[in-house]
């Protein structure tokens, strides 16, 4: 399983684009990167997913370089409600090890009014 | 609300003893995770489900810990004999199947083992 590097904090002021970056050197043919977002005392929640280039949804945009050994999760004018911990994970869809990654500390970002 | 829910949300105990956790995924998932989160730290992965087969068990799940899914729905998670170092936030997740689709998590049961 691919193993993730991501900042341990970042702090924004409110209105700003914020971007998290993650690495992952090692990631596979078949692994998929996938961010998560978690408020504390609740449960993660997908926020994007991709596999190459960039995707885009109504939360976020992630950006996957050719070489896929990194990617960036940007939210654009974020809010004091996204204060939260944003989490990276790469793996296999389809292989039930993909769910087994330990999702590691993830990123603190605190938004500031 | 992700549609997975859990059950209690809290849970007090004593050292020594046993505690069982419920969950109740989404309907039509058919693979259902347990995971456990301590403070500051990131969920990690405890047991795996495909409908009532348990097919993936974590090193971190000792013999202490048990976990059933029967007929494939709900499942529950027992803790037997409680340490202190079992408090933390036990997390439960369901997903469809393989493929692009995702987790997603229910709200946690936070378990305090005094």
């Known amino acids: 399983l691919a193993k993730t590097t991501q900042p341990i904090s970042m702090d924004s002021y409110e209105g700003q684009e914020v971007n998290i970056t993650c690495s992952h050197n090692?990631?596979?043919?078949?692994?998929?990167i996938t961010w998560y977002q978690q408020f504390p005392s609740q449960g993660p929640r997908f926020i994007i997913q991709g596999y190459k280039t960039k995707v885009t949804n109504e939360v976020a945009s992630l950006f996957i370089p050719a070489d896929r050994k990194s990617s960036t999760l940007s939210l654009p004018r974020v809010s004091l409600s996204d204060t939260a911990v944003y989490y990276c994970?790469?793996?296999?869809?389809?292989?039930?090890?993909?769910?087994?990654?330990?999702f590691g500390i993830g990123t603190k970002l605190q938004v500031i009014p | 609300d992700t549609g997975v829910s859990q059950d209690p949300r809290h849970k007090i105990t004593k050292r020594g003893q046993n505690v069982t956790f419920r969950c109740d995924p989404i309907s039509e998932h058919n693979r259902l995770y347990w995971y456990r989160q301590t403070l500051g730290q990131g969920p990690e992965f405890l047991t795996y489900f495909q409908n009532e087969a348990q097919l993936e068990k974590s090193r971190l799940l000792s013999d202490r810990f048990s976990a059933e899914r029967p007929k494939g729905s709900f499942s529950t998670l027992e803790i037997q004999r409680t340490e202190q170092g079992d408090s933390a936030m036990y997390l439960c997740?369901?997903?469809?199947?393989?493929?692009?689709?995702?987790?997603?998590f229910g709200p946690g049961t936070r378990l305090t083992v005094l």
């Open positions: 997740a369901s997903r469809l199947g393989g493929g692009m689709d995702t987790q997603y």
């Open positions: 090692n990631i596979a043919t078949n692994d998929y």
């Open positions: 994970l790469v793996g296999d869809p389809d292989s039930g090890g993909y769910q087994k990654v330990t």
